[in-house]
């Protein structure tokens, strides 16, 4: 579990996290979404008692990131952004050294079956130094899932890995995500999407939206959108189509086109079109404009001024 | 306690696989090997006028020598984390800062105490050779007194690796800081009229050398202790302080 309150963090006199207030609960994948510069990083370290902050509170695993950081360090399994491996040694050897600063009982058992967990049984006597990108970042997810953490928090992930390992590692932290608390952080929008059950979308700091990815894409902006291309002037039509029940927000375009939402369980498309004809419009086109994820998010993170919290939905 | 050792033992491994320890273990095993020999051939002509060849040669001319390896052998410590990242990882792991950097340091105390075994090959064999032994207690004091330089150097290259990112810059500024506290500090003590004392105080080679004579002196440990904590607090702090940034 995590729970954060107002958290902020200066570097200097550059304020890199304005008042973050967040929540994540035991079986649930958080995925912390923001560009680069956003505040991820900052608020990982944060969490994982690297560096404390500069006001506002965390509580990790239950215990204070600030106080109580041994503890916090003790329940927690964090893969940073730079994976931190030492290159000049043997996977098991490093994986060991890990299990062992965790007191782990049964170092050596544990550290095969997390090779197992992560698919490098094969490499464990291999140097770090000469594994590939992907093997690296598996092994990286290995030292932070050696003790079976309560809470686990991954920077960026699958930065960096060829698709078929992106899959892998998703599905990987999908499952482990199950029993614990996951938070990992993406500026990719449709990795949020596999696999998280909560977006936090995070901008200069600031949490600008909070849900999960469902919601995020059907209520916020994305609920289906349809263009309309008629021929002549659409402004009257326009009004006339918004007043069509399930209808929101229609309105014209200036490329002469006219555009409106519904909700996906109220399919008002025959309605419409039937309105355009029976209005003596010829109707050319009508086609959906679905708004991805990543539309969503330039739209939701362009704005200069902070947008205050909100739930997508309303 | 625990993770010191752990962290210890990592790093006393990792001079094994160091191309860099085993140009330094050689040194000074070669050099001293070397000063050894001529010992032994001038103690073969002394023999005649009575004196009792000693063993002082070898660990000063060890102790010069660490003067000249320490900072290779502490460089990496703590400046590789910073490097490679590693030391994010370590500063989450449930280790104190404290605990790395102990650690950290008695790795490489173990290593250089490695090095110091082997070289007692050389009383060993003087002794066998001159009739009644050597002076035991001056041996054992000598050694005393080498075991302490080394932990002191190590320590302050230690505390000066955490203070860098980059390990050339971390030997260098442990080679000056050692070469000042074993040759510069008699300098000013001889030509400063005020605080000459303090100047004394700080030269390490009398600390070394009084130390050797055959009898513990407290206040030549007290020295030497005060530099391992002056080290490790300082590398406990440089760590502590990259949290703040
Ligand atoms: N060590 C640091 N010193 C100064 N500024 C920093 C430091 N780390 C991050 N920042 C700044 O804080 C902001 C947030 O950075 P970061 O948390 O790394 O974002 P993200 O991980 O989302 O890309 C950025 O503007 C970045 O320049
Ligand atoms: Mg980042």
Redesign the interface.
């Known amino acids: 579990m995590i729970r954060v309150n107002e958290l902020t963090k200066d570097y200097g006199s550059r304020r890199a996290l304005h008042g973050l207030t967040f929540e994540a609960q035991q079986g649930e994948v958080v995925g912390f979404l923001g560009p680069n510069g956003a505040g991820k990083t900052t608020t990982m370290r944060i969490l994982t008692s690297y560096m404390p902050p500069t006001s506002g509170e965390a509580i990790v695993a239950g215990y204070d990131v600030v106080s109580e950081s041994l503890e916090v360090r003790k329940r927690v399994g964090y893969l940073p952004e730079t994976v931190p491996l030492y290159t000049d040694m043997v996977v098991f050897d490093y994986l060991k050294f890990m299990a062992d600063l965790r007191h782990l009982p049964d170092a050596e058992e544990r550290v095969g079956e997390t090779l197992e967990m992560v698919g490098m049984v094969d490499r464990a006597n291999g140097y770090i130094g000469s594994l590939s990108k992907g093997m690296r970042q598996r092994i990286g997810l290995a030292q932070a899932l050696i003790h079976r953490p309560e809470v686990l928090i991954l920077d960026e992930p699958t930065i960096g890995l060829d698709p078929s390992q992106v899959v892998e590692i998703r599905n990987l932290i999908r499952e482990i995500g199950k029993e614990r608390t996951v938070l990992l952080s993406t500026h990719i929008l449709s990795e949020a999407q596999q696999v998280c059950d909560r977006v936090i979308i995070i901008n200069k700091g600031n949490i600008v939206v909070e849900d999960t990815p469902e919601n995020l894409q059907a209520h916020l902006v994305g609920a289906e959108r349809v263009v309309l291309r008629v021929r002549g002037e659409v402004d009257d039509l326009a009004v006339k189509v918004g007043k069509i029940k399930g209808v929101q927000n229609a309105k014209s375009n200036p490329d002469g086109t006219l555009e409106f939402q519904f909700l996906p369980a109220q399919d008002v498309r025959p309605q419409v079109a039937r309105a355009v004809v029976e209005s003596g419009y010829d109707l050319l086109e009508m086609r959906p404009l679905g708004l991805s994820l990543e539309e969503i998010f330039l739209e939701l993170t362009k704005e200069e001024q902070p947008a205050k919290k909100k739930k997508a939905h309303s | 306690m625990?993770?010191i050792w752990?962290?210890a033992k990592?790093e006393y491994d990792?001079y094994f696989?160091s191309p860099v320890a085993y140009v330094v273990a050689f040194s000074i095993l070669l050099v001293l090997g070397i000063i050894f020999a001529l010992v032994i051939y001038t103690s073969a002509q002394n023999v005649f006028y009575g004196s009792v060849p000693d063993i002082s040669p070898v660990t000063g001319s060890f102790a010069f020598l660490l003067v000249l390896t320490t900072p290779a052998l502490t460089m990496r410590l703590l400046a590789d984390e910073n490097r490679?990242?590693?030391?994010?990882?370590m500063?989450?792991?449930?280790?104190?800062d404290s605990e790395l950097v102990i650690g950290k340091w008695l790795g490489g105390v173990l290593f250089v105490l490695t090095v110091i075994g082997i070289t007692l090959i050389f009383p060993i064999i003087l002794n066998s050779l001159v009739s009644p032994g050597i002076d035991q207690g001056a041996m054992i004091t000598s050694y005393l007194a080498l075991i302490l330089v080394a932990a002191s150097f190590l320590a302050i290259g230690v505390g000066i690796s955490a203070l860098f990112t980059n390990q050339v810059a971390a030997f260098f500024v442990t080679m000056i800081t050692l070469v000042t506290l074993w040759w510069l500090m008699g300098f000013p003590a001889d030509y400063i009229q005020a605080g000459s004392e303090f100047f004394r105080y700080l030269d390490l080679q009398s600390h070394f050398y009084s130390l050797g004579q055959g009898k513990i002196i407290l206040s030549d440990v007290i020295y030497f202790l005060s530099l391992i904590a002056v080290g490790l607090f300082t590398g406990t702090m440089a760590v502590e302080t990259r949290?703040?940034?």
Do not use: S
């Not at chain 2, 490679?84 to 990882?89: I, Q």
């Not at chain 2, 500063?91 to 104190?96: D, K």
């Open positions: 625990r993770n752990i962290i990592r990792h696989i490679m990242g590693t030391m994010e990882l500063l989450t792991a449930p280790v104190r949290r703040w940034r």
